[in-house]
Every structure is written in C-alpha cells, then in structure tokens.
C-alpha cells in the first residue's frame, strides 16, 4: 500500500519573534525525506502588547517575519497557510503570550480537509529535527494501527549557554527525564513527556479529545493528557528532535521560564519528588489491576480519590476493564502530579540527594558530590545522557510490546499498567 493511501502529515507551527529561524526551519521541511501535505504557521502576539515598549521588538520581528513568508505563499514547494494574529487588530486578547492557542489555530486551519487517519505534527521555529524526522513518525504510525499520539524524544542544546545557564537548562532536563522514568518503572498510563516542539497526534483522536486544550498555562500537557485517553501514546522514535534551550517568559512552564529562574526556585518549581511516592502510586495501581473486591479497592483507593467517586465510577462502570480503565481517566496526568504536591513539601536541601539516590538505584552509579552546584556541566551533561539513553531504552521496550500486541483491541482502548 501507497504512503498516500495510508496518511498524511499536516504541520502546526506557531511563531513568536521567529524571525532569525524561519529560514533555517524551512530549510528542515524542505530537506525532509517525507514531505508533509500542508504547514500551517501563525504569527501571534497579544494585543495589549501594542501600548509596552518593552515589546516593540517582539511585534517589529513578528511584522517581519509575516512580510517574509506571505511572500513565499506561491512559491514554496510546500503548500502554507499563514495566519495573520499579529498586525493591528488581529493579535491575541489575552495580556500573555498563548502558544497552545496559536497550535490551536494552526490545526484548525487545515482540519477540515483532513482525514481521520491523517497526523498532525506541531513544531517550533527554534528546534533542530532530523531529515527524516516526517518519515519516521509516519513509520510509527504505520507499524501501530491503533497508536494514538507521539512524544518524541527529546535532547535540548546548550552549546550557547553560559555556564550558570546551562547548568540549569540541564538540571532542569534531568528533571524531565526522572519524572518520566519515575511514571515508567511503575507502569503508569501516563509515562510519557508532553514537550510541544515533540508532538504528533492522528487526526481523530484529537478530535476525539475535543482538540487543542487553551489555556493559561500547560496546554500541551492537557491536550496530550486528553489524546492518552482516547488512546496510546508512544515515546519511542528512531531518532531524537533538538529543542533550543533560550530564557523566555512567553510561556508559564517550561524551558525558558525554568532556565530564566535561580536554583532554588527551580527546585520549588520542578522538585525532584521522592521516590517512595511513586511506590504509592504504584501500590495504588496494583490494587486496581489485581483485586476483585470493591472493598478493598474503596479502602485503598480513597487516599487518592474520592469514595463517593469511586462508587459513582463502579455504578457506571461494572464491567471489570471498563471500571479500572474509568479509575485511570479520574486518576490522571494531572491527579498525579496533584498527589505529588500534596503529598511533598519540597526541601530544598534533600533535592539532590532524592535524585543521587534515585540514579545509583537504577544505573548502578555512584555521584560523589553531595549538591548541585558541586557539579560540573560535563558531569551534569553526562549524567543527562545517562538518563536519556535508560529512558530511550524503557520507551524502545514498551514500542516492542505494543508492536507484538498491536491488534490486541482490549489493550489499546482500555487505560491500565503498561
């Protein structure tokens, strides 16, 4: 069968003082070894940032980099949509920047003509993404039926990072990395990272979800939190994406705000969560999948969810996969990180320590040092690589599963350990 028979790429790209990495990211899609059907970019500011003169710069860079790609309309090899939410008039309502309703707009701009089946790819301007970066994700797609969304792996550059910069830049990867870890050795549904430059999606299991999730803050985390239950994520892609690593308040969480703070809040903001509440959860999990009294499940359970949930969730629920894949949905992406920070005062001074403990149980390695700051970059760099490749390894395994299981239809639509 004919790639074109199967799917089709359509891409999101918002932009934001992009200017500089316009022309090098349309280098990227042409280069592509599996060319997408349709890109679609929006230029986007609030509009109150009209009257701050501190975003002069931002609406001059946008104005411009609007005036370059309208020209290329007729001429570029690709078929693209440009939307216009930066001139006079045309930005944004909200008084900060909104990337996840940009990523809306974009989608929604070519949804109409696309097919169930069809991928949508989101991008950002000032990633780095491989030549066959479309074609892989189309082969995983393609190996998987049933797949729903991919996270892919990730690896943000600090080249250009001053030394107290990159240190933070790579703290706060590491952090990502053990969270994910953490989610994956506990087989958690959710065990999976939602970076907005690294997701794809099948066209109806966004719809599905009810699209793009807007708001303040965190909206590639509910929107990809949606998509798992509709179905599997996966995380595994033959090779790697490369997020710039800049300071940036555009955005609520990730890496430009965590990059742009000291240590100490970024260890308030992104504490390294002890492993033994993981162990909860998992326990939590295991009770779920393996008891056949409500009883005990009510007994357990009620730490982490409500009990009159629980019932109400049992009532409507009888049928055994359909009761747990329902206590799941409630307990969700977002209900665990919600147990965490309720169940975590975050110590700044056992932050490391957490972590150290957490590296030797899992690889078998020892940190001589005793803080952060005691580090180097290079071993802080080579301890992310570590991280990185046992993540790479875990999210490889879990593909092989889903590969040999892939027309087991209890397994894909149901939420359970995995």
Same mark, same amino acid.
């Given at each position: 069968?004919?790639?074109?028979? =199967? ?7 918002? =932009? ?5 990495? #316009? ?7 042409? &280069? ?19 009257? +701050?003169?501190?975003? *002069? ?15 290329? +309309? ?10 216009? %939410? ?6 944004? %309502?909200?008084?900060?920047?909104? #990337? ?48 729903? @969304? ?5 690896? %943000? ?26 989610? +994956? ?30 708001? $303040? ?14 179905? /599997?994520?996966?995380?595994?892609? $033959? ?12 955005? #609520? ?6 990059? @742009? ?43 982490? /969810? ?6 109400? /969730? ?13 206590? %799941? ?12 920070? &309720?169940?975590?005062? #975050? ?15 899992? +690889? ?22 570590? =991280? ?27 939420? *359970?350990?995995?």
């Amino acid at each position: 069968m004919l790639k074109s028979e =199967l799917s089709r790429i359509f891409v999101a790209i918002p =932009l934001m003082k992009e200017l500089d990495n #316009v022309p090098i990211l349309l280098d990227q899609l042409i &280069n592509q070894s599996m060319r997408p059907a349709f890109i679609s970019f929006c230029i986007n500011q609030p509009e109150s940032w009209r009257k +701050l003169p501190d975003k *002069k710069e931002i609406i001059l860079n946008n104005t411009k980099t609007l005036i370059y790609l309208n020209k290329l +309309l007729d001429s570029f090899p690709i078929p693209i949509i440009v939307l216009d %939410h930066s001139s006079p008039g045309n930005g944004f %309502h909200s008084n900060v920047g909104c #990337v996840g309703l940009a990523r809306k707009l974009c989608i929604d701009s070519f949804l109409s003509f696309t097919n169930s089946n069809d991928i949508i790819v989101n991008m950002d301007a000032d990633t780095n993404y491989p030549d066959n970066y479309f074609e892989n994700i189309f082969d995983i797609y393609s190996q998987l039926p049933l797949l729903s @969304g991919v996270c892919a792996p990730y690896y %943000h550059k600090i080249d250009n990072l001053p030394i107290d910069k990159a240190r933070l830049m790579l703290r706060y990867e590491i952090f990502l990395h053990y969270y994910t870890l953490q989610l +994956l050795l506990i087989q958690s549904p959710y065990a999976y990272m939602p970076i907005g430059s690294a997701m794809s999606f099948r066209v109806n299991a966004y719809k599905k979800a009810g699209g793009f999730k807007v708001k $303040d803050a965190g909206e590639d985390f509910y929107t990809m939190q949606q998509i798992r239950k509709i179905g /599997i994520i996966s995380s595994w892609l $033959d090779n790697t994406i490369y997020p710039a690593a800049r300071i940036s308040d555009r955005v #609520v969480f990730g890496t430009g705000p965590a990059i @742009g703070m000291n240590l100490e809040n970024q260890i308030k903001k992104y504490p390294f969560y002890p492993t033994y509440l993981f162990k909860k959860i998992e326990s939590y999990y295991q009770i779920l999948e393996y008891s056949n009294s409500i009883d005990e499940i009510i007994k357990n359970l009620k730490d982490i /969810i409500p009990e009159k949930i629980i019932l109400k /969730i049992y009532k409507n629920h009888t049928q055994r996969d359909k009761f747990v894949h329902a206590i %799941h949905e409630y307990f969700d992406a977002f209900h665990i990180l919600k147990f965490l920070n &309720n169940n975590y005062s #975050v110590e700044i001074n056992n932050d490391f320590e957490y972590f150290k403990n957490f590296y030797k149980c899992i +690889l078998q390695k020892n940190i001589i040092y005793n803080s952060w700051e005691e580090i180097s970059v290079n071993e802080l760099n080579q301890i992310r690589d570590n =991280l990185y490749n046992y993540e790479l390894y875990l999210q490889k395994n879990k593909f092989d599963f889903l590969l040999m299981n892939k027309t087991n239809k209890k397994l894909w639509q149901n939420l *359970k350990m995995l």
